[in-house]
């Protein structure tokens, strides 16, 4: 079945150390997303890449970097510079011609102790 | 500056239809209504999305008014499965999902 695989589930992380959480989707998808939602929140958008080898900010890209080095594949690092990174981190992805109809993987959620 | 207005909270009973509304007053000519929801602790799931006329698909109704200053989703049978935040969403249908924004939506309680 196809769909976006996001790994780990969980991570715990101690304050000053980045972390990297994984996403990798098997939708042939140009386009894909990161987003971080916290409790009783919407989601707000981190990064977000159109096509290989290019991505923009979203609206809290402050502390978070990303790659998109292959199409299948867009990993989001938490560094330390990110002052409050314990959230739940959703990744999607979207065929780049038709409706803007997201693909979500099932999220990540991170508790920095 | 929100795009759509939501109640914060909704009640239905299993096996009976529920409607879930949504403002969107400022609404451009080129805009189409998105619905999506998520179950507590999961990645949001898409549902079905117009412009102006209603559409249904195989999880849902969606009623667009003439004026489109407003929707409803209709779920026609509610399950506790259905139980989620849905998010009713403003956005262009092509180009950049960047554009797609998710507020607090709705959340449905579905009660047995």
Known sequence: DGGITQSPKYLFRKEGQNVTLSCEQNLNHDAMYWYRQDPGQGL???????IV???????????????????????LTVTSAQKNPTAFYLCASRGLTGANVLT???GSRLTVL | DAKTTQP?????????????????STISGNEYVYWYRQIHSQGPQYIIHGL???????????IITEDRKSSTLILP??????TAVYYCIVSPDSGSARQLTFGSGTQLTVLP
């Open chain 1, 44 to 50: 707000r958008l981190i990064y977000y890449s159109q």
């Open chain 1, 53 to 75: 080898n290019d991505f923009q900010k979203g609206d809290i890209a402050e502390g978070y970097s990303v790659s998109r080095e292959k199409k299948e594949s867009f990993p």
């Open chain 1, 104 to 106: 979500f993987g099932a």
């Open chain 2, 8 to 24: 914060t909270s909704m009640d239905c009973a299993e096996g009976r239809a529920a409607n879930l509304p949504c403002n969107h």
């Open chain 2, 52 to 62: 102006k006329n209603n559409e249904t698909n195989e999880m849902a109704s969606l």
């Open chain 2, 77 to 82: 049978h509610a399950t506790l499965r259905d």
